[in-house]
Structures are given as structure tokens and as C-alpha cells.
């Protein structure tokens, strides 16, 4: 009897290699079905989030052909808490070609999945150094939002930030409570060299280049004022030695 239960169990192993997919690849596959995703307007976030459930479970069950599901676990990863919600989104699922699904009515037997492989070819990757980001089996997978957030951001560093007219830097030192020449000192310098801080380095933040024009120009006047209370203190100096001999 053992004898023969150990022949099962092989050929029960040897059938189960036989049915695993070899050239499943989990970063292609997944970068190929949200591309699929995201051209799909009949798809909500419950359907996608049942669909990455059930790849979990594929790539548990070594990505074989076809395997056996348990609802109350694919509930639990999808976290989704109805049954009637999960029974509409693994048919929509199937009906749309993502899967194909077998029902079970066996309370005993799970129902059965097969899993369709979606996955682009080497060529449609557009490599960006910055944007590769490494994977563990030291392939690269290029970050597509990544890309569009770079490129906006360098779209934001290099437009100016400058006021509108002369109005805006008006109504901004009347609110700081500065004076009105001033602003129009600080409009006209930086309107004049493009509005760029030693005429070089772009300003990214107008009002506070505004701030430290002010703190400079306060410093300007209180030197000023320093060196004229200096030369008046000077004007009323008088010599100890005067000689009252000499005329006026």
C-alpha cells in the first residue's frame, strides 16, 4: 500500500511541474496588466484590487496553470466584504478576459482559476537612468509616473516666479506695512535683470527676495543714519588747546 501512495505522490509532483508556467515574469506580467488597467473604463478599484488578490495567490501557488481558490481568503486580500460584490467582479473579471473562472458548487472544492499572462516586450520600456528602480533579480523597471513627476518638476524649476505687474508688489508691501517706494525700487531693479537674483540664478519665491531687499535697505539707512550722527558729533567737537589769540 505505501508503495503505491508513494507513486501517487510523484506523479502527483511531477504533473504539478509539468503545469507551471516557466516563463511567467512577475515584474513584466504586473507592469503589463496595469497598462492594460489603465486603458480599461469598465474596470473600478474593487476589480483590481480582486485581481491582484488573485495574483498573490497564483504567484503562492508557483504561478501554475490553473489552481484552486478559497472565497473566504480571496476576501480577506481583496478586502472585500460582500459576496455578492465578489461574485460580480470575478465574473466581470472572467467575461473580460483577465481570467477564467470555474465555479465550484462543491462545498468541499474551491473553484478553480486561470490566469492570463499579460506582459510587454523589452522594447516598449522607455529607460530613463534616473528613474530605474533595481528589483531583487537585478531587473530594471522603469517608473512611468516617476518620469512625468520628474519632468514636471523640472518644468516648475525652471519657470519664473515673479509677480504679475507692479499692483501685486504694491498691494504685497502696503501688507508688510512697507514703504510704497520701496516696492517700486524692488519691481523696477528686478523687472530690469529678468528677474533673476545677481541677474544668474532664477528666483524661485518672489515675496521673500521682496523680505530680504527690505532687510538690506534697513540696513542701508541705519548705516546712513550711523554716519551722520557720527559727522555731526565730529562738527561739535572743539580742541582743549585753542588758541583764542587767532582770528575768528
Known amino acids: ?13 511531477q504533473n504539478e511541474k509539468d503545469t507551471i508556467m516557466q516563463n511567467v515574469n512577475f515584474i513584466k506580467h504586473l507592469k503589463g496588466v496595469f497598462i ?7 474596470l473600478n478599484p474593487t476589480h483590481i484590487s480582486l485581481y491582484i488578490a488573485l495574483f498573490q495567490i497564483w504567484n503562492n501557488n508557483r504561478f501554475l496553470e490553473e489552481f484552486y481558490i478559497n472565497r473566504e481568503e480571496v476576501m480577506r486580500f481583496s ?12 465574473k466581470d473579471l472572467s467575461h473580460w478576459k483577465y481570467i477564467v473562472y ?9 473553484s478553480k482559476i486561470k490566469m492570463f499572462k499579460f506582459e510587454t516586450s523589452t522594447g516598449q520600456a522607455l529607460v530613463h537612468n ?32 515673479q509677480p504679475k505687474n507692479e499692483k501685486e508688489v504694491v498691494v504685497f508691501f502696503e501688507k508688510e506695512k512697507w514703504p510704497i517706494i520701496e516696492a ?32 538690506k535697505s534697513e540696513e542701508i539707512k541705519n548705516k546712513e543714519t550711523q554716519k551722520s550722527v ?8 572743539t580742541s582743549k588747546n585753542k588758541n583764542y589769540n587767532e582770528p575768528l
Open 184 to 215: 517700486q525700487k524692488f519691481f523696477n531693479h528686478y523687472q530690469g535683470i529678468g528677474w533673476k537674483v545677481g541677474g544668474k540664478t532664477i528666483i524661485v519665491n518672489w515675496q521673500a527676495t521682496a523680505k530680504n531687499w527690505m532687510i
Open 230 to 237: 557720527s559727522q555731526n558729533q565730529d562738527n561739535l567737537k
Open 130 to 161: 534616473n528613474t530605474n528602480i533595481e528589483t531583487s533579480s537585478g531587473q530594471a523597471l522603469v517608473s512611468i509616473n516617476k518620469h512625468i513627476q520628474t519632468n514636471r518638476n523640472n518644468k516648475n524649476i525652471n519657470k519664473l516666479d
Open 1 to 13: 500500500m505505501k508503495p503505491v501512495l508513494n507513486l501517487f505522490q510523484h506523479l502527483s509532483r
Open 79 to 90: 478586502k472585500i466584504g460582500s459576496k455578492s460584490t465578489y461574485h460580480k467582479c470575478i
Open 36 to 42: 492594460q488597467f489603465s486603458k480599461d473604463n469598465r
Open 102 to 110: 470555474y465555479p465550484s458548487h462543491n462545498p468541499y472544492k474551491g
